[in-house]
């Protein structure tokens, strides 16, 4: 059973839109909140992380919005462009952990039309 | 600098053969780690070396056999391949255990026939 939820499964956007993917968690000692995004045929890459001592963190276009209490976060694409079409993959890890213990969402394909 | 670097990047084996899938990392990272993903399951990781020398077991790792040869090298082996283990697989490395950038490599597809 997977600890991260990740939703929705799939996105379309319209170049300039705003693009939301969410994920909920349940185990509280998760501390470290990272997104990856995934080009077809390519490993994922890290795009962002958070910790949970801020409650936003924006880098660029790209922003999470972490809301402990709800054991939720989010990641926001501002301005979407064609080049952000990709699968993104929420994920959460334990700081006593390995980062190799990294429990991931299923993913979200995003599309972005011209 | 090329990073993560796995081979073979596909292959196909019929049920029961065994092979291995090749990683090695150039970024002196102490840490190494295989996944494997699948549709609308995410990565999920089989196996893990923290450091050169060991070797842990991850979520799925019944199947797979693992062997850190050295820090730059961490191997994969499916000693008798079943459908269920057809999946794209990926080698990653980072430089720490906690919280810390994880590189990934570009994958292999696996198809078990």
């Known amino acids: 059973q997977q600890q991260v939820k990740q939703s929705p499964q799939s996105l379309i956007v319209q170049k300039g839109g705003i693009s939301i993917i969410n994920c909920a968690y349940e185990?509280?000692?998760?501390?470290?909140f990272p997104w990856y995004q995934q080009f077809p045929g390519k490993g994922p890459a890290l795009l962002i992380a958070?910790?949970?001592?801020?409650s936003e963190k924006k880098e660029g276009r790209f922003t999470i919005s972490f809301n402990k209490s709800a054991k939720q976060f989010s990641l926001h694409i501002m301005d979407s462009q064609p080049g952000d079409s990709a699968t993104y993959f929420c994920?959460?890890?334990?700081?006593?952990?390995?980062?190799?213990?990294?429990?991931f969402g299923a993913g979200t394909q995003v599309v972005v039309t011209p | 600098n090329a990073g993560v670097t796995q081979t073979p990047k596909f292959q196909v084996l019929k049920t029961g053969q065994s092979m291995t899938l090749q990683c090695a990392q150039d970024?002196?990272?102490?840490?190494m780690y295989w996944y494997r993903q699948d549709p609308g399951m995410g990565l999920r990781l089989i196996y893990y070396?923290?450091?050169?020398?060991?070797?842990d077991k991850g979520e799925v790792p019944n199947g797979y056999n693992v062997s850190r040869l050295n820090k730059r090298e961490f191997s994969l082996r499916l000693e008798s391949a079943a459908p269920s283990q057809t999946s794209v697989y990926f080698c990653?490395?980072?430089?720490?255990?906690?919280?810390?950038?994880?590189?990934f490599g570009q994958g292999t597809r696996l198809t078990v026939v």
């Open positions: 990653a490395s980072s430089a720490e255990a906690l919280n810390t950038e994880a590189f």
């Open positions: 185990n509280t000692a998760f501390d470290y």
């Open positions: 958070i910790r949970p001592d801020v």
């Open positions: 994920a959460a890890s334990r700081g006593t952990d390995s980062w190799g213990k990294l429990q």
């Open positions: 970024m002196n990272h102490n840490s």
């Open positions: 070396s923290a450091s050169e020398g060991t070797t």
